[in-house]
């Protein structure tokens, strides 16, 4: 890339290829049963000379579920987190191989998807929900595997961490917005680059005073009007905490400073992020709603997956709005910048103290209003880390327990304060 600076290179760099490799890639998938896994699994079974899926893990909830993927893509291996549901593992996959088939290996445990994540393949797709993806991202990273990361926790609370394992180009970004970015990014250089500019749907109460967010309720929160989602992330999207990780996240993926990353409002989620460059053009990137198309450029880089998502009727009409973000009554954004500057532990305890508020509004035992105003208490009070220290999986998992523990002592205080 010509005309950059001495400032190390993004992780995510459209401009270079980790693992150029030709023919078919060997594909592990984690979280299969999730949103992005069970997309990922059709976009590899409509392209099997593109795609060969080796090895799946799940949490084990559904094993079911997994058990048909693994008879569907010849799995080599499945990988449940909970130990505890093996045997009905084991009674699935029976009922779905027949009698003379050799039955996939089987890992269980924590640690079984940092296991797969490591072994012998092109491309990982991180796609697990939440901090317990960081072991596998930096397992997968540490194997020298093309990284496509669907789990922005991961980058948001080690990302030092990987930004010391990570080789330029080896992490292709999954989230809509982030391969958004990436692609426009191809456009130019760093050095052109003015600011990178994330959508927001708005998720299900844009326009609504932080006063009219009081009463909200679970079901109000999970009636996103663009996206279907799993129930936390759902919530982050109402809240807006999801783009504000997302504004974390493309500070570590592109190496661009916080004050040139901007927010916008876009509620019919047709442009999915846009980076203006300095001669004032800007690349917004488009398509309908559909995960299928961020999942193929995480797969397929830098090759296109023909037919990967839908494409837009241009023979319709439409109108595409955009609204400035409403930063008293969604103070998320506002607090990741905080948080990210910050850096250190403090992006984990943010992280891990809004999943435990989340929890506690999916269980009736804490206001919608009350997940900010806990998650930013959980911040303060755990203050400024020490800049000369360096960040380790320890400080991490430390820091996480610490917000866990103290965001559950002041949700159970606010949920008695508001009566919840």
């Known amino acids: ?106 890992l269980a445990g ?15 797709l991180n796609g697990i929900t939440g901090s317990i993806g960081l072991a596998p991202t930096l397992a997968a990273l540490r194997a020298g595997r093309t990284l496509a990361l669907a789990n922005k926790e991961s980058l948001i609370v080690g990302g030092p961490l990987v930004k010391a394992l990570a080789k330029p180009g080896q992490i292709i970004p999954v989230d809509s917005e982030h391969a958004a970015l990436f692609q426009a990014l191809a456009a130019g250089t760093r050095a052109d680059v003015r600011k990178l500019v994330v959508t927001a749907s708005g998720g299900p109460f844009r326009g609504r005073t932080r006063a009219e967010l009081a009463g909200v309720t679970v079901k109000d929160a999970l009636a996103h009007p663009t996206w279907a989602m799993g129930p936390v992330i759902t919530v982050n999207s109402a809240t807006l905490v999801n783009k504000g990780l997302e504004v974390i996240e493309a500070h570590l993926l592109y190496d661009i400073p916080f004050e040139q990353i901007e927010v916008v409002v876009h509620p019919q989620s047709y442009v999915h992020s846009m980076v203006e460059f300095t001669d004032g053009s800007t690349l917004a990137q488009a398509t309908p709603p559909d995960m299928r198309g961020p999942i193929a450029i995480g797969l397929g880089w830098p090759e ?89 999986v320890a400080d991490v998992l430390e820091a996480e327990t610490w917000a866990r523990a103290r965001a559950q002592e002041m949700a159970a205080r606010a949920a008695v304060e508001a009566g919840a």
């Open 1 to 106: 890339m010509g005309g950059m600076s001495d400032r190390p290179a993004p992780l995510a760099d459209p401009h270079l290829r980790f693992d150029p490799a030709a023919g078919r890639r060997d594909i592990v998938i984690l979280g299969s049963t999730g949103s992005i896994g069970t997309q990922a699994i059709d976009l590899a079974l409509r392209n099997p000379d593109r795609f060969r899926v080796t090895a799946l893990s799940a949490a084990g909830g559904r094993v079911g579920l997994l058990a048909e993927q693994a008879r569907l893509l010849r799995v080599k291996t499945v990988a449940v987190a909970r130990e505890d549901v093996v045997p009905a593992l084991k009674e699935a996959l029976n009922a779905q191989y027949g009698a003379s088939e050799p039955l996939p290996e089987i």
């Open 304 to 392: 296109r997956i023909p037919d990967a998502a839908p494409a837009f009727d241009w023979t319709k009409a439409s109108t595409w709005e955009f609204f400035p973000l409403d930063t008293e009554a969604f103070p998320s954004v506002g607090l990741a910048r905080h948080v990210g500057t910050l850096g250190g532990t403090v992006p984990a305890v943010f992280n891990a103290a809004n999943e435990e508020c989340v929890e506690a509004f999916l269980a009736g035992r804490l206001p919608f209003t009350a997940i900010m105003d806990t998650v930013s208490a959980v911040v303060d009070e755990h203050g400024t880390p020490d800049a000369g220290t360096s960040l380790t």
């Open 110 to 124: 924590p640690e079984a998807a940092t296991e797969l994540a490591a072994s012998e393949c092109h491309t990982v």
